[in-house]
């Protein structure tokens, strides 16, 4: 069974950064998608950014772009996945979930079959 678990969430003033992670296991992951999603209260859920495992290619959402760096690494059938986020502003303020996916570069929720159990992430101004 598929399994996701997100670590590294908390508070951090604006300008911070905060590295995130998700632990994967219960599948091989050569051929999926992983990703980060965000939800702020009273706001649905939004793509952050995509990795596509087997390539290592990634896709940013453009309110990220050049602040948020996603990373991943495998170690003992577990896949990991990282968040770094630099230059962080209140709006990034949310609960972040990591996500696994069969669908190659895709950005829509829907395609996403597993999530972990959300860190929230908390930008002061």
């Known amino acids: 069974q598929e399994q996701l678990v997100e670590s590294g969430g908390g508070l951090v003033q604006a300008g911070g950064s905060l590295r995130l992670s998700c632990a994967a296991s219960?599948?091989?992951?050569?051929?999926?998608?992983m990703a980060w999603f965000r939800q702020a209260p009273g706001k649905e859920r939004e793509f952050v950014v995509g990795?596509?495992?087997?390539?290592?290619?990634?896709?940013?959402a453009d309110s990220v772009k050049g602040r948020f760096t996603i990373s991943r690494d495998t170690a003992k059938n577990i896949a990991y996945l990282y968040l770094q986020m630099n230059s962080l502003k209140p709006e990034d303020t949310a609960v972040y979930y990591c996500?696994?996916?069969?669908?190659?570069?895709?950005?829509?929720?829907?395609?996403?079959?597993?999530w972990g159990q959300g860190t929230q992430v908390t930008v002061s101004s």
């Open positions: 219960g599948r091989t992951f050569s051929s999926v998608t």
């Open positions: 996500a696994l996916s069969d669908a190659s570069g895709t950005r829509w929720s829907g395609d996403f079959h597993a």
């Open positions: 990795i596509t495992w087997s390539s290592g290619g990634t896709y940013y």
